[in-house]
């Protein structure tokens, strides 16, 4: 495992030299010359296809990437992944959501202990439980079957399963419909309760620690709501359903041992969607769906594990990535799902890869002197082209983009696919050639403008070009492209952890917020100014109690 420093490595400055050649190469060059730059630069893995040479790269560049991978042991990085080494060493434990959706027969082992058939078994009850509520088996107390089903949690417990279950709405049964409350902002949960009726609504409570603040309290919210409207103590059982690692606080918390599905301390709460976390999704889009979905995570994991370096899709996007953040001083990285179901993705990788690799100590506690994971951003296309893609065309900051799009859509209306389609593509060709002043000034020329006007314009009207991005296709979007897709940028932030040399599975940054929020609470709410902490927090403080008639 990697314990040089990773700018101490020849293959760092080999990098780092590299870089200056390129730094006038033009990637319409690069095409002009290559007429095969595409096949060459094109990866196809678990139902996805990925064309990544709309990069700054050649051969040598890759080259160079690949020597670094190698440097920092990478293979046996990945190696120990999988096979449940303790990857996640601040926590001192392994990080095993490749084994939630294992899908061969062999073990799985977590520090000596086969850990499949406890894997096996929750499916099981899994499947169970999501046939007995679809086929209204289970229904509510006065025995009308469920129209509802509200997930309370949040962070990883929300925003895979509120991902997953909206890119598979074509999918859901029709009878059952999903709401996901996160916030503690009181209006999203008075929102989703306001159009529920408890007598056919199920709670599913999603916390993996069951102490997190904002999910513990929205759903002492639900329970009230549900006991002053029809509900009673003896009814909550028929209602109320937890996924946790922690049972004995779920059951202090008043559900039923009978009602709680089990997570473990291995399952990163960013990667737990493959688990009962993914419950809300189980439960709308059927248990078969949601074994699809394991299964092309399933078939991601092998390729990630099996695949040479070179046509390692997770690899390839993780190097470009390092290439962009360590090399040409790029801060940001954007997602642009090119379908509308897709459209939570930037959020859930946002969580994923900023939660993951937004550290600066690396695993032994010195300090890194590189950067680590970049600014994750996005939206769906083509709405952003008409707000924010400005700036990637012509600002001054530098922003790879992952453009992503299924071949075929679910809603064929009109021509309404094919004109997406063409957005998406166009958006990379013009990100990639750019437009020469000498174009703009010619443009303009035929347009009829006078040379004057054309030359004050043609400045604002050329474009850089040159700017990367990838595009990922695949035929539609169904459980196994979806599951596929999910496990590919898990990967990608597993990499690129690995080379940085940070603990891409913890999350000790959000920790302070947490704990200083206790004493604000505390003095939010009561007249004691004896803990002062800065004057500004002391000065918003006093604005709120002074507004709430505390003092
Ligand atoms: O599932 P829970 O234990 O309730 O945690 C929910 C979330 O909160 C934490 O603050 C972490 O930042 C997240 O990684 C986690 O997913």
């Known amino acids: 495992m990697p314990t040089k420093p990773l700018i101490d490595q020849t293959e760092w400055q080999a990098l780092k030299d590299h870089r200056s050649a390129m730094d006038s190469v033009h990637m319409r060059d690069l095409f002009d010359q290559d007429p095969d730059r595409f096949q060459r630069y094109f990866v196809e893995a678990a139902g996805l296809s990925l064309d990544y040479s709309k990069n700054r790269i050649t051969q040598e560049t890759l080259g160079h990437l690949m020597a670094l991978a190698r440097a920092r042991h990478l293979p046996e990085q990945i190696e120990a992944l999988f096979k449940g080494e303790h990857v996640n060493n601040t926590e001192d434990r392994p990080a095993l959501h490749t084994a939630l959706r294992n899908l061969g027969d062999g073990p799985v082992e977590v520090d000596g202990t086969d850990i499949m058939p406890e894997v096996r078994q929750t499916l099981k009850r899994m499947e169970e439980f999501v046939w007995r509520v679809r086929s209204t088996q289970w229904r509510g107390f006065s025995n009308k079957p469920f129209t509802d089903v509200v997930s309370i949690g949040i962070g990883g417990s929300f925003l895979g399963p509120k991902l997953v279950s909206a890119a598979l709405k074509p999918y859901w049964h029709g009878q059952l419909n999903c709401h996901y409350v996160a916030n503690i902002d009181g209006s999203h949960i008075t929102e989703v309760l306001r159009h529920i009726n408890p007598e056919t609504t199920l709670f599913l409570i999603q916390s993996k620690s069951f102490r997190t603040q904002e999910t513990l309290e929205n759903t002492r919210i639900a329970r009230e709501w549900f006991l002053h409207n029809g509900g009673s103590e003896d009814r909550i059982a028929k209602h109320f359903v937890a996924v946790t690692a922690n049972e004995a606080e779920a059951i202090d918390f008043g559900i039923t041992r009978d009602n709680i599905f089990p997570m473990w301390d291995w399952v990163g709460g960013r990667y737990s969607l493959w688990s009962a976390i993914g419950l809300p999704t189980a439960l709308t889009i059927g248990m078969e769906n949601f074994r699809g979905l394991l299964a092309g995570a399933h078939a991601m994991d092998r390729h990630f594990r099996e695949a040479p370096l070179e046509e390692n899709m997770p690899v390839i996007m993780a190097l470009l990535g390092i290439w962009y953040g360590n090399f040409w001083d790029a801060d940001a990285h954007a997602v642009l799902p090119y379908d509308h179901y897709l459209r939570g993705l930037p959020a859930h990788l946002m969580q994923l890869d900023m939660e993951s690799n937004g550290k600066c100590v690396r695993r032994g506690g010195e300090p890194v002197h590189w950067e680590t994971g970049p600014i994750i951003w996005g939206g769906a296309g083509a709405n952003g082209q008409h707000a924010y893609h400005q700036l990637l065309h012509q600002g001054t900051r530098l922003s790879p983009a992952d453009f992503i799009m299924p071949l075929h859509t679910h809603n064929p209306v009109g021509q309404h696919h094919a004109i997406l389609f063409a957005n998406c593509l166009s958006q990379a060709q013009a990100l990639m050639r ?82 200083l929020g206790q004493t604000i609470l505390g003095r939010l709410n009561a007249d004691t100014d004896d803990i002062t902490t800065d004057s500004s927090t002391d000065g918003l403080i006093k604005l709120f109690r002074k507004t709430h008639d505390v003092d």
């Open 434 to 515: 750019g437009k020469t002043r000498d174009e703009a000034h010619q443009e303009l020329l035929d347009k009829g403008h006078s040379e004057d006007e054309a030359t004050r314009l043609a400045p604002h009207k050329a474009i850089p070009g040159n700017k990367p991005s990838n595009t990922l296709l695949f035929d539609r979007a169904t459980p196994h492209t979806i599951g596929a897709l999910i496990a590919l940028y898990e990967h990608k932030t597993f990499t690129q952890g690995a080379i940085w040399d940070v603990d891409s599975f913890d999350q000790w940054g959000v920790e302070l917020g947490k704990q």
